[in-house]
């Protein structure tokens, strides 16, 4: 009878031996495992909130992107993207829109980028897809935001061309009635040439006496020289004495000889002398 008991007290010891190797073989188990979700929960909570993060920059760098009026006067200069500005308006314009274009490329890249990494990763969470798709909406509409911005760029370009020939036209339209103003004709000749020529005349007197030399009033243009009196404002006229037989007033001009054989005619008032077009100048 003992030694039935002790063998009976020794099987149950081995059970419970047994039993306690189990029971911490599954409690370990437990905490390995209990360990390795923990990790991976830390893990994929790390992973979340690095993606969180880059949406933000990428949201940020949307925002940043100013499109409308200012989009052309206020971008933000760049260090990664070097360029040397064009020297007229429009080139400058279409630059800037070129580097905005870039800015939205670079950050779509970036959206791209971090979807394909979260679904590698097994990040499927669904406020995490929503704020993705928002950001590639976003991105869209500041595309479409440049596409009529590049649009309204060339359509002014072609308002200004036309605006710039229109006033090329004008300037020029001004500048032939300047000159037209500004310019006389005239003819110097003693007295036989200017009535053989037909541009003076004899008048006044009393029986063929008395009477003075006139201009005819007659325009022979082939006898006649034009002068810009913008742009010259002094006639030599090759003789020892000159008189200005047209009615150009006197205070307008001095007539003075320079030599023995010229004569020099200056204008000094040219708005005043050019008011009569036809200057007959008198040799003797």
Same mark, same amino acid.
């Given at each position: 009878?003992r030694?039935t008991?002790v063998?009976?007290?020794?099987?149950?010891?081995?059970?419970?031996l047994?039993?306690?190797a189990v029971?911490y073989?599954?409690?370990r188990?437990?905490?390995a495992d209990?360990?390795?979700?923990t990790a991976?929960q830390e893990d994929?909570r790390g992973?979340y909130?690095?993606?969180?993060?880059e !949406?933000v920059?990428?949201?940020d760098?949307?925002?940043a992107?100013?499109l409308g009026?200012e989009?052309v006067?206020?971008?933000?200069?760049r260090?990664d993207v070097?360029?040397q500005?064009?020297?007229?308006l429009?080139?400058?314009?279409?630059?800037r829109?070129?580097?905005?274009k870039s800015? !939205? %490329?670079?950050t779509? %890249?970036?959206?791209?980028v971090?979807?394909?990494?979260?679904?590698?990763n097994?990040v499927?969470?669904?406020?995490?897809?929503?704020?993705?798709?928002?950001?590639?909406?976003?991105?869209?509409?500041?595309?479409?935001?440049i596409?009529?911005?590049t649009?309204?760029v060339?359509t002014?370009?072609?308002?200004?061309?036309?605006?710039?020939?229109?006033?090329?036209v004008q300037?020029?339209?001004?500048t032939?009635?300047?000159?037209?103003?500004?310019?006389i004709?005239?003819?110097?000749?003693?007295?036989?040439?200017?009535?053989?020529a037909?541009i003076?005349?004899?008048?006044?007197g009393?029986?063929? *006496?008395?009477k003075? *030399?006139?201009?005819s009033g007659?325009f022979v243009?082939s006898?006649?020289k034009?002068?810009?009196?913008?742009?010259?404002m002094?006639i030599? !006229?090759?003789? %020892?004495k000159?008189q200005?037989?047209?009615?150009?007033?006197v205070?307008?001009?001095?007539l003075?000889? !320079?030599s023995k054989?010229?004569v020099?005619?200056?204008?000094?008032?040219a708005?005043?002398?050019r008011?009569?077009?036809?200057?007959v100048?008198l040799t003797?």
């Open positions: 009878m030694r008991g063998f009976v007290l020794g099987v149950i010891a081995v059970l419970l047994a039993a306690t029971s073989s599954k409690y188990k437990s905490v209990y360990q390795q979700a991976q994929m992973r909130d690095r993606a969180v993060s !949406i920059m990428i949201q760098s949307l925002n992107i100013v009026e989009a006067r206020n971008l933000p200069a260090n070097e360029v500005a064009p020297g007229t429009h080139d400058q314009v279409l630059t829109i070129a580097t905005l800015a !939205i %490329e670079r779509k %890249e970036r959206i791209e971090l979807d394909t990494r979260l679904k590698r097994g499927k969470i669904a406020g995490m897809e929503r704020m993705i798709a928002g950001l590639r909406k976003s991105a869209l509409a500041k595309e479409e935001q596409a009529s911005l649009t309204q060339d002014l370009q072609t308002r200004v061309a036309g605006l710039n020939t229109e006033v090329e300037h020029q339209v001004l032939e009635k300047q000159t037209e103003l500004a310019t004709f005239y003819t110097i000749g003693s007295k036989k040439q200017l009535k053989e037909g003076v005349e004899s008048k006044g009393v029986l063929g *006496l008395g003075t *030399l006139k201009p007659v243009e006898a006649y034009p002068l810009n009196t913008d742009q010259e002094v030599q !006229i090759p003789a %020892e000159a200005v037989l047209s009615a150009q007033p205070s307008s001009y001095v003075q000889p !320079i054989d010229m020099e005619l200056r204008i000094v008032d708005k005043a002398f008011k009569i077009k036809q200057l100048i003797t």
